[in-house]
């Protein structure tokens, strides 16, 4: 029933808004549903009232690592020890666990690091060093130029006149030819 024990620390907070241990074990509450950051918010609040709190900075450092933030969680966890450093439960279980997720971390973004170096080295291998100077490319080029400029020299048009008759001319640049004078539509 976390949902109701909400409601009883949120009475209880306006009631006594400088008690951390109210913030501290809100937060754990919170963090039972799954709701990380007003978690790591409640724990935030314990620490600030009480600093010297080893369980509010254990609390605030396991909300961090629900949110993904180990470096934080790890150093709330280190002012823990360093506040009550006979605690195994965060020798053991927290602190522990917090330096294998940081170390598997580390491990993927090395492995994406070498991944996408490998996929540079990859794309750069692929792509073909083409000569485009070559007689060949020099030589089809040339062919498409000359291709082109066959077609503009020969304009072809369509005339529909006023009638609505169409005509289909082809004029060549040295001999136009002249559509009558009951030109309607010229089109390409």
């Not at 976390?2 to 241990?21: F, G, I």
């Not at 080893?54 to 450092?61: H, V």
């Amino acid at each position: 029933r976390y949902r109701e024990a909400l409601v009883k620390w949120d009475e209880a907070l306006q009631l006594t808004p400088e008690d951390a241990t109210l913030y501290e074990m809100k937060s754990q509450v919170l963090m039972s549903l799954h709701e990380m950051f007003p978690a790591v918010h409640a724990a935030e609040m314990a620490v600030q009232r009480n600093p010297r709190s080893w369980d509010a900075w254990q609390t605030l450092g396991r909300a961090q690592l629900g949110l993904g933030e180990i470096a934080l969680a790890i150093r709330s966890f280190q002012v823990s020890l360093h506040i009550f450093p006979m605690n195994p439960e965060v020798w053991k279980e927290d602190l522990s666990w917090a330096r294998k997720l940081e170390e598997q971390q580390k491990a993927t973004k090395n492995e994406s690091v070498q991944a996408l170096a490998k996929g540079e080295e990859l794309a750069q291998e692929s792509i073909p060093d083409y000569d485009f100077e070559s007689d060949e490319i020099v030589a089809v080029c040339a062919a498409i130029a000359e291709k082109e400029k066959a077609l503009s020299a020969a304009k072809t048009m369509v005339i529909v006149s006023a009638s609505g008759t169409v005509e289909t001319v082809t004029e060549q640049d040295n001999c136009p030819a002249t559509p009558d004078e009951t030109l309607f539509i010229r089109a390409r």
